[in-house]
């Protein structure tokens, strides 16, 4: 049952790279959204008409910072998609991800 | 000209295995409304087709994970050559056969099963009816997770909690941060993490399963003494499974992608963001560890996921286990079909076994066809409510219960 060995040390590797960049990405995606919203004010409706909320800039700044770190978590699944299909691995032995030929 | 049939009966497959796998990736997408029905599925195709041709790395040896035609370099045995190849393309094209078979009768009813495990049996049914039992490969020789159970059992059993564990987290955390967030910001922000999403998965479908097909191929093509590099694939062999299989995602698997984006659980954007970058998360990771998986039980887990990860979400879990149970078949019932087109094939012998079981690919085909057409299920309406559709035969179990 070697087979089924093999299969756990995979699983495990998989769930905490799944949960890091699976679950990871979206929910800071989720705080950039929540980011803008913040900076763009809350709006308000009173007897002179819809008066728009005040804008926080650090909220835009903050947001647009978190969808960029989501931009980069998408580029490097793309590099390892392109990258795998021409011969090459991510190396992640120095902190930065590397391209190395296999 | 045996060759010739297992070439197109590959690209059937091709065709098949794209139409059948266009839900994994746009079926959220589609259900949310991020995307036109229409668009999601020419995106799916492009993205497929691109997929194809990034991957240079020769999948000769995918055969090897489950069958023992092919020594390590991807050269068919010695052995199995002693007729000229057709013996070793007889039990190609019958795995084949049984593979288009199955994906077939899954998409008739609606389930979205694994094309790999589809292929995979059809092609350990045909080895075993071909070679006996020693033609397939079990266990691996434990250097590695090989071998039927190591590339198809148990990454069948582990894949979907995984990617059903990542998507549960992420959904339940997304609702947590952005309650009480203005609609404005959540829908377009979760339109395009859906979008983005999507199409990351879609990329990686179409570099990893084109592949196996390229693969198939170009060992016919060995077999036959019509090629003899095995560090490359012929660029036609390359160009018609890349078309065959964005051909066959922009068809669209309407009755999947149904059951997939409306049948399990009614998704939301954020849902759908969560389901497809777990999905796509998982798939990524496994394929740099080396663990086999199939998209397409990813994807389900994943949307299973993020149905148990929003609050007040139902799970129809008769549907989801009617999947689970297609699953569990997928293998033997392909294998069986292999098996016997296998026998159909060498009791007829030679080309005309060829033709015979080719014939019967036509005829199977042509009737799931024809049962389809009653109770179509196509871009108009495919985000049709799950319960109380008028559409009756789209649902799986009036379906089976007219048969």
């Known amino acids: ?102 | 000209m045996i060759l010739a049939l297992v070439v197109i009966t590959a690209l059937a497959f091709d065709f098949t295995n794209g139409f059948h796998d266009t839900a994994n990736a746009m079926a959220t997408s589609i259900a949310t409304k991020a995307l036109r029905p229409k668009t999601a599925v020419a995106l799916s195709g492009v993205l497929n087709l691109v997929g194809a041709f990034l991957s240079v790395e020769v999948a000769l040896t995918v055969t090897n994970a489950v069958v023992k035609i092919q020594d390590k370099t991807g050269a068919p045995k010695a052995e199995l050559l002693a007729d000229g190849g057709s013996g070793l393309l007889l039990i190609i094209l019958a795995g084949l056969v049984g593979g288009i078979v199955w994906n077939l009768l899954t998409w008739l009813f609606g389930l979205p099963s694994s094309s790999s495990h589809a292929l995979f049996g059809g092609l350990v049914g045909a080895a075993l009816a071909g070679l006996g039992v020693a033609g397939v490969n079990w266990n691996g020789d434990g250097s590695k997770l090989d071998g039927v159970v190591g590339k198809v059992l148990l990454p069948a059993v582990i894949s979907p909690v995984i990617a059903g564990v990542v998507a549960a987290v992420g959904t339940w955390i997304i609702f947590k941060v952005t309650t009480g967030v203005a609609a404005r910001f959540t829908e377009k922000g979760f339109r395009w993490g859906q979008i983005g999403s999507a199409s990351l998965v879609s990329l990686a479908h179409g570099t990893n399963d084109a592949q196996k097909t390229m693969g198939v191929i170009t060992l016919a093509l060995i077999a036959s003494g019509h090629w003899s590099d095995l560090e490359n694939i012929p660029l036609w062999v390359k160009v018609s499974a890349a078309l065959a299989i964005a051909l066959g995602t922009y068809l669209g698997g309407w009755r999947i992608i149904r059951t997939l984006g409306k049948g399990i659980t009614d998704i939301t954007p954020p849902q759908g963001t969560a389901a497809q970058s777990g999905a796509a998360a998982v798939i990524l990771a496994s394929s740099h560890l080396g663990f086999a998986l199939s998209t397409t039980h990813v994807a389900t887990g994943s949307v299973i996921g993020s149905g148990l990860g929003r609050p007040g979400a139902t799970v129809r879990w008769g549907v989801a286990g009617r999947m689970v149970l297609a699953w569990l078949i997928t293998l033997p019932s392909a294998g069986l079909v292999g098996a016997a087109m296998w026998y159909v094939g060498d009791a007829v012998g030679g080309m005309a076994g060829a033709l015979a079981v080719f014939t019967l690919l036509v005829l199977a085909s042509g009737a799931m066809y024809m049962r389809s057409r009653a109770g179509r299920v196509d871009h108009e309406n495919v985000n049709d409510d799950w319960d109380g559709a008028p559409d009756q035969s789209a649902t799986p179990i009036p379906a089976a219960a007219a048969n």
């Open chain 1, 1 to 102: 049952m070697h087979n089924l060995g093999f299969a756990l040390t995979g699983a495990w590797q998989v769930l905490l790279a799944g949960l890091a960049l699976g679950a990871g990405l979206p929910i800071i995606f989720a705080l950039g959204i929540r980011s803008l919203a913040w900076g763009a004010g809350e709006a308000s409706v009173n007897s002179s008409g819809v008066t728009a909320g005040t804008r926080r800039p650090l909220g835009t700044v903050l947001g647009y910072a978190l969808f960029t770190v989501v931009v980069l978590g998408v580029l490097l699944g793309l590099t390892f998609i392109v990258g795998s299909g021409f011969g090459y691995k991510l190396d992640f032995s120095h902190i930065y991800p590397t391209l190395v030929a296999k």
